[in-house]
């Protein structure tokens, strides 16, 4: 495993969580912050702060005594690598899930070598490293996140909870299952620094540089209401390959064209 400088966490007393500070957590966290921008470090911080109160509260997690906590940490920590600034890391083809998904995966699999060398370490098996891809590459998606492994959901929900925090969606008795005094008291440590401008200009980018990478999903979103440069600029060019890429046209269009195969 890599030597990392020990990153020390403040305590959350209202919160009542404590980041992990093991040696694996601390590669992954350093691992994010010299790959990509400090606002992107901070989300995924956050998030794993999130993750941490949903453990708490959450009954779903709550109830599941055997639920991966190292491996919902870790997933959380690294999910938006996809979003890297090294751009060596990242592919010019795949979505930015499946990008961070297999960057997290390839650095989990050197940082928990064997120490022989020759492969994973005994805690970190095919299936623990496929659990990680799963939720990355599904955090975007929660219509299916929400039906996998309690990790993958966990990850999912913890993500989404650093867009809406005391707004999120999941009711607990005695009110919201994160608290505004929880909600500053991360923000306090973490904060935004531009998250919601950069995450547009981020999403447009992607629009930009790899299209065909956004047409099924929401990145697609941004770039018919924004452009492909977060002003407006590309924009028509943009709706155009959405337009070719109509989900319907493709399906229908398919099916029509075999017709004269089934007569």
């Avoid at 400090?38 to 949903?54: M, P």
């Avoid at 906590?69 to 083809?93: C, F, K, V, Y």
């Avoid at 990355?136 to 929400?146: D, F, G, K």
């Amino acid at each position: 495993m890599s030597s990392s400088k020990p990153i020390s966490f403040p305590e959350f007393p209202i919160s009542q969580i404590t980041m992990p500070t093991d040696d694996l957590f601390n590669a992954a966290y350093t691992y994010v912050q010299e790959n990509c921008t400090k606002a992107t470090l901070n989300h995924c911080a956050r998030s794993v702060a999130f993750a941490l109160i949903l453990l708490r509260k959450l009954p779903p997690l709550t109830a599941n005594p055997d639920i991966d906590r190292e491996a919902i940490m870790l997933s959380i920590m690294l999910h938006d690598l996809g979003w890297a600034t090294t751009q060596s890391l990242t592919s010019n083809d795949k979505r930015f899930e499946v990008d961070g998904a297999e960057i997290a995966r390839n650095f989990l699999r050197t940082e928990t070598a064997a120490a022989d060398g020759v492969g994973p370490g005994e805690k970190w098996d095919k299936h623990r490293l496929q659990l990680i891809w799963d939720a990355i590459a599904l955090h975007t998606t929660p219509s299916v996140a929400q039906y996998k492994e309690p990790e993958v959901l966990a990850t999912q929900t913890a993500i989404t909870a650093d867009f809406l925090g005391p707004n999120l969606p999941v009711p607990v008795p005695g009110g919201p299952i994160i608290t505004v005094d929880e909600y500053k008291e991360i923000l306090g440590v973490w904060p935004r620094l531009g998250f919601k401008e950069e995450l547009r200009a981020t999403l447009c980018g992607l629009c930009r540089t790899k299209p065909q990478s956004t047409v099924d999903n929401f990145v697609g979103q941004f770039g018919a209401a924004y452009g492909t440069d977060g002003h407006g600029g590309g924009r028509a060019e943009f709706l155009k390959i959405l337009e070719d890429n109509n989900v319907v046209h493709l399906l229908e269009g398919g099916l029509t064209a075999l017709e004269q195969y089934e007569k």
